[in-house]
T-cell receptor
């Protein structure tokens, strides 16, 4: 039972570099979301998707892009990494509105 | 007003005691509510779902007050292993988004 899989688990980037955090789910869930969590803070929504081809911005979208070409995958792209993007990133999926969300194990990103 | 608000704590709880804390939400149209548990910035894990007035699962009880727009979580007979951050999640607190509260930290001590 894979559930929600995030890769990589750890990543160090230099300022200005770009990269893509991968998120895949094998539960045929429509809803997928990306969150970031900074030390001592809760999860803040970056972008979310209610189905393939549909994405929308969350609370803190600046500096990030997403796309949803398939139901299974929801990659998060950092366009030009900044130290302020050092954080733990979580991807989550749920089958529909009003149902529980399942989380990936997180990606710990450090930008130097 | 924030969409979801929680007392950050920490709540320092003697082992065996009862602790309760609330989560307030701004969108009266929220239909379902979830409590998640998070350990040391690991991924959140579902503790309890609430679709009506409340839910009970062993030592954990969640109660929903729609009139005052808050949901509470009560932990009875606290165990050391209950030490964690508890996250409140009302579905639809902000439209189609799944928005988390900042979490309430609970520390159970011997």
């Amino acid at each position: 039972n894979a559930g929600v899989t995030q890769t990589p688990k750890f990543q160090v980037l230099k300022t200005g570099q770009s990269m893509t955090l991968q998120c895949a789910q094998d539960m045929n869930h429509e809803y997928m979301s990306w969150y970031r969590q900074d030390p001592g803070m809760g999860l803040r929504l970056i972008h979310y998707s209610v189905g393939a081809g549909i994405t929308d911005q969350g609370e803190v979208p600046n500096g990030y892009n997403v796309s949803r070409s398939t139901t299974e995958d929801f990659p998060l792209r950092l366009l030009s990494a900044a130290p302020s993007q050092t954080s733990v990133y979580f991807c989550a999926s749920s089958s529909q509105r009003n149902t529980e969300a399942f989380f990936g194990q997180g990606t710990r990103l450090t930008v130097v | 007003r924030k969409e979801v608000e929680q007392d950050p704590g920490p709540f320092n709880v003697p082992e065996g005691a009862t602790v309760a804390f609330n989560c307030t939400y701004s969108n009266s149209a929220s239909q379902s509510f979830f409590w998640y548990r998070q350990d040391c910035r690991k991924e959140p894990k579902l503790l309890m779902s609430v679709y009506s007035s409340g839910n009970e699962d062993g030592r954990f009880t969640a109660q929903l007050n729609r009139a005052s727009q808050y949901i509470s979580l009560l932990i009875r007979d606290s165990k050391l292993s209950d030490s964690a951050t508890y996250l409140c999640v009302p579905w639809g607190a902000a439209g189609n988004k799944l928005t988390f509260g900042g979490g309430t930290r609970v520390l159970v001590k011997p």
